[in-house]
C-alpha cells in the first residue's frame, strides 16, 4: 500500500478513502499512511490532516507511546501546529524522539506545552532541555521560576550522541578508506527515495502532461559521442599504420588486399555508450527515477534531457553535487 501511494499509482477514490482513514487495515499502519498523505500528497493532504487531528485519542496514545512508531509518525505530532493536550506528555517520554528535537520545542513553545515539559521527568534529566527552557522568552514569572528550581541535570550523553553522531567503530573488522575521488557522502537511500516521492507528487500533472516522450537530448550529445569516439579512432589508426607499415621492394607487388587497421575504442566512450542506451529505453517516469538515484555520469546525461521535468529531476536529486551543479551552468 504505501508503496502504491508513493508512486501516485491508487485511483482518486482510493486516496480519498485512505485520506479518511477508512482502509482496513491496523491502526498504526493507517495512521502511518496518512501521515504520508498529509506530507507529501497537495491534494488529499488537507483531508489526511484533518483525519489525523480527529483520531480517536486511545488508539493515537498507544501509538505515540510505542518506541517502535515510524519516526515520520512522532515527528509528525510532535510538529507545533499538530500538537494534541493528550499526546504531547506521551511523546515526551518516549525514548525514539529525539532530545534535540524537544529542547528546539523547548525554546519556542509557550504555555500548557511549557508546564508538560517542566513536569517530564525525562526532561528533569536533560541539562541540554532545561538550558534551552531556560532561555525561552515566551515563559511567564511561575514558569521562569520553576525551571529555574529544576534539579541540576548532569549532560546528556544520548544529546551528544545525538548532535554528533559518531560513527560505530568495529576493531576486529577494519573499516577500507574511502575513495580520494569521493568529495563527500551521497544522500542516503531513505532520503533520495522521500525526494523522488515529493518530486513525482509535485510534478504529477506535468509528467502526465509530458506523456511517453523518449529520451531526446538537447545538444545532440549522440553526435558529440560519436564525433569524439571517431576522432580518437582516426588518430589512432593514423599512428599504427604510420609506426608498423612495412618498407616494400620496388619490384615487390602485393598479393593481397590491405588489412585495415584495428578499431580502437576508448573504455569511457564504450561506458558513456552503454549508459545512453540504458536511458534510451527508459521511458519518461524512469528517467526522472534515474534522475534521482542514478550515478554522477547519468546525470551528466538525462540533465540535457529535452524532455525538460527530467532534468529537473536531476537538479532535485539529494545526490548531486556543488560542483556538478556549477559544470551543468556552465554548459548552458
Known amino acids: 500500500m504505501f508503496d502504491l501511494i508513493r508512486a501516485n499509482a491508487l485511483s482518486s477514490h482510493q486516496m480519498m478513502s485512505a ?33 489525523l487531528a480527529a483520531w480517536d ?18 515527528e509528525y505530532w510532535l510538529d507545533p501546529k499538530n500538537l494534541r493536550a493528550p499526546l504531547f506528555s506521551l511523546l515526551l517520554e518516549n525514548e525514539s524522539v529525539l532530545l534535540t528535537k524537544i529542547a528546539e520545542l523547548a525554546a ?17 534529566k536533560s541539562r541540554q532541555v532545561q538550558n534551552d527552557l531556560s532561555s525561552n522568552k515566551d515563559l511567564t514569572g511561575v514558569q521562569a521560576a520553576r525551571v529555574r528550581e529544576l534539579p541540576p541535570a548532569v549532560a546528556d550523553l544520548a544529546v551528544l550522541l545525538e548532535t554528533h553522531a559518531p560513527e560505530p567503530t568495529a576493531p576486529s573488522e577494519p573499516q577500507l578508506p574511502r575513495p580520494v575521488a569521493e568529495s563527500a557522502p ?10 523522488l516521492v515529493a518530486f513525482f507528487m509535485e510534478h504529477a500533472a506535468e509528467i502526465a502532461a509530458e506523456g511517453e516522450k523518449p529520451f531526446q537530448p538537447i545538444g545532440g550529445i549522440h553526435e558529440e559521442f560519436h564525433h569524439e569516439a571517431e576522432a ?22 602485393p598479393d593481397h588486399k590491405p588489412i585495415a587497421p584495428r578499431r580502437l575504442v576508448n573504455p569511457e566512450d564504450e561506458k558513456r555508450g552503454s549508459v545512453l542506451q540504458k536511458i534510451n529505453k527508459l521511458d519518461i517516469k524512469g528517467r526522472i527515477n534515474l534522475a ?14 529535452g524532455t ?4 529537473m529531476a536531476v537538479l532535485d536529486s539529494p545526490k548531486i553535487s556543488d560542483g556538478e551543479v556549477e559544470k551543468f551552468a556552465s554548459q548552458r
Open 232 to 253: 580518437e579512432i582516426k588518430v589512432a589508426a593514423a599512428s599504427a599504420s604510420a609506426s608498423s607499415a612495412p618498407v616494400l621492394m620496388p619490384s615487390a607487388a
Open 57 to 74: 485519542e486511545a488508539s493515537a496514545k498507544t501509538i505515540v507511546a510505542d518506541p517502535s512508531t515510524p519516526k515520520e509518525v512522532l
Open 19 to 51: 485520506s479518511k482513514g477508512a482502509l482496513r487495515l491496523p491502526a498504526a499502519e493507517m495512521v502511518e499512511i496518512l501521515v504520508l498523505i498529509a506530507e507529501h500528497n497537495k491534494i488529499f493532504g488537507a483531508n489526511a490532516r484533518f483525519t
Open 108 to 124: 519556542t513553545l509557550k504555555g500548557e506545552w511549557i508546564d508538560a515539559m517542566i513536569a517530564s521527568p525525562r526532561i528533569r
Open 308 to 311: 525538460k521535468i527530467v532534468a
Open 292 to 305: 534521482m538515484k542514478g550515478s554522477k555520469e547519468e546525470r551528466s546525461i538525462l540533465v540535457r534531457d
Open 186 to 195: 551521497e544522500a542516503s537511500d531513505s532520503e533520495t527515495e522521500s525526494a
